[in-house]
């Protein structure tokens, strides 16, 4: 059974820098790609940011390029998200994924739908 636990999360000052953490359980998660989402009151879950099986390729959105990066130990069985730069709308629950697919390439645009599994989430609360 696939487990996801994320961590990390908390309340921070804007401009300050969160490592978020993702551990997994079960089901060979070496062989499949990961993301993180995230949810902000009221609004729909964002697909953040991805990262191949492998950790080649990485896929980031508009809203956090150049701010967030993700990241994979394989060896630990861990994806994490590097938040620097943090502003008041990223506030949010953080979630991450596993993929559906063993392999699969990360696309320019990726499908919410392909993640399978997800953790419960962690709260990043950023105060202006």
């Known amino acids: 059974q696939v487990q996801l636990v994320e961590s990390g999360g908390g309340l921070v000052q804007a401009g300050d820098s969160l490592r978020l953490s993702c551990a997994a359980s079960g089901g060979a998660f070496s062989r499949y790609g990961g993301g993180w989402f995230r949810q902000a009151p009221g609004k729909e879950r964002e697909l953040i940011a991805v990262?191949?099986?492998?950790?080649?390729?990485?896929f980031h959105a508009d809203s956090v390029k150049g701010r967030f990066s993700i990241s994979r130990d394989n060896a630990k069985n861990t994806i994490f998200l590097q938040m620097n730069n943090l502003k008041s709308e990223d506030t949010a629950i953080y979630s991450c994924?596993?993929?559906?697919?063993?392999?699969?390439?990360?696309?320019?645009?990726?499908?919410?739908?392909?993640?399978?599994?997800w953790g419960q989430g962690t709260q990043v609360t950023v105060s202006s």
């Open positions: 994924g596993r993929h559906g697919t063993p392999f699969a390439a990360v696309s320019p645009s990726p499908n919410p739908r392909d993640f399978k599994y």
């Open positions: 990262i191949s099986w492998d950790g080649r390729r990485t």
